[in-house]
């Protein structure tokens, strides 16, 4: 079974036993985290409804993305700023699909 999930913005379609990365979710690892928010559920073919459906999950990791360098200059001003950003995410391994929300 599969579902199509949305979390930090972006959709992701899991099943069980996948391995995603999403945006940083709270919490350690080793914690179960639910994502309630389906947007389409199914087997193969068959779509299900959503209403009441989750996905739940396990926290693998909190992570950090590579480095991303934010340059600015302005020419002929003498202006130069340079920024770097790493962008936090956590490594989830969905547990099961299809849950009903208790």
């Known amino acids: 079974m599969f579902a199509i999930v949305r979390t930090g913005g972006k959709q992701y379609r899991v099943a069980a036993g996948d391995k995603i990365v999403v945006e940083k979710i709270a919490g ?17 073919a068959d779509l299900q409804p959503v209403k009441g459906l989750t996905v739940s999950a396990e ?3 909190q992570a950090k993305a590579e480095k991303v ?4 200059k302005r020419r002929r001003h003498n202006y130069r700023r340079r ?3 790493r962008q936090q995410h956590t490594i989830l391994k969905i547990v099961s699909v299809g849950n009903a929300a208790a």
Do not use: P, Q, R, Y
């Not at 080793?30 to 193969?44: K, M, Q, R, Y």
């Not at 360098?69 to 600015?72: A, L, P, R, S, Y």
């Open 28 to 44: 350690e690892a080793g914690t179960t985290v639910s994502l309630e928010d389906v947007l389409l559920a199914g087997e193969g």
């Open 59 to 61: 926290i693998i990791a």
């Open 69 to 72: 360098i934010v340059f600015k």
């Open 83 to 85: 920024n770097g950003h």
